[in-house]
């Protein structure tokens, strides 16, 4: 089953960008006015973010989040075909940053969000770095597709890491030399009782305290990367270093510098942020939380 399955997407990749593109904007349009999946929650998200942008506006922010969240599934079959000359022409990015990084020796904690296209930026990290590149990822249901999708992203040598086993696989790597970890760290946390509760577009929002607590255990460099689409179907990866001194930051305050840039480039560029993700789901209560808060 997997061979066909494989064989099928792989043949699929080989449609040309035009005809992929304009089924991209097909399945965009009737995911949005059809299917109507999660419009609710993504106009909810961009009214919280957005409060003094008008309804119009909002509006088309949330018609090119759709387009560019089906582009993004889109551009991943193409990357099954896609040839390392051709990758190259289309992702770009100042992987300087990090090779400066590597020459110290000191280990790196890349910081990003949920931003398109990642199966690009993940590429992009391996191949342009000199780190070996360690990725957190969560395993598919489909044990089929999960198959494909690790091949792909192992292309040019990323160590994928499932988040469901994160501890005991992790430390093999974290004790043989230098490396580099991606992390989303914008996902919602478990319990929020076990998170640092920080402003995010004027709400009180829950972070969890896994990536700052890892980044002072194991002293490593936290570096933001900001993804973001140049033209259809070509990306560029920024990246800023946030600070070499991670124990410098009071508990909370290394969460709250990331929380911070996540929200200057979302507001540089709405539309490239997952809104389908319910990032309020938790409503802060000061009765539970205001030891959490981030001050």
Known sequence: MYFIIYSFCYLFSLLPWRI???????????LQRVVKYRVEVVKQNLAIAFPNKTLLERNKIANDFYRQFTDSFIETFKLLSMSDKT???????????????????QNVQIMAGHFFNWEFANWGVAKYGDYP??????????????????????????????????????????TKGRYAMALAADQNPGNPLSAFWVPFFGQLTPFVKGPEKGAKLNNTA?????????????????YEVMTT?????????????YV???????KQNPANYLWTHRRWRFQY???KYSNLVVH
């Open 20 to 30: 992929m593109y304009l089924l991209s904007d097909i399945v965009a349009f009737i």
């Open 87 to 105: 990758f190259m022409k289309r992702f770009s990015s100042n992987s300087e940053v990090l090779n400066d990084l590597y020459k110290t020796g």
């Open 133 to 174: 590149f360690i990725a957190v990822y969560m395993p598919l249901s489909n044990p089929h597709f999960n198959k494909i999708i690790l091949g792909l992203r192992k292309r040019y040598g990323s160590i994928m890491i499932p988040a469901t086993n994160f501890r005991a696989q992790f430390q093999k790597f974290a």
């Open 222 to 238: 936290q570096v933001f990367v900001h993804f973001y689409r140049v033209k259809r179907g070509y990306y560029h990866s920024e």
């Open 245 to 257: 001194s991670p124990n410098y930051f009071k508990d909370g305050q290394l969460t709250a510098l």
């Open 260 to 266: 911070k840039v996540l929200e200057e480039k979302i």
């Open 285 to 287: 209560d000061a009765s």
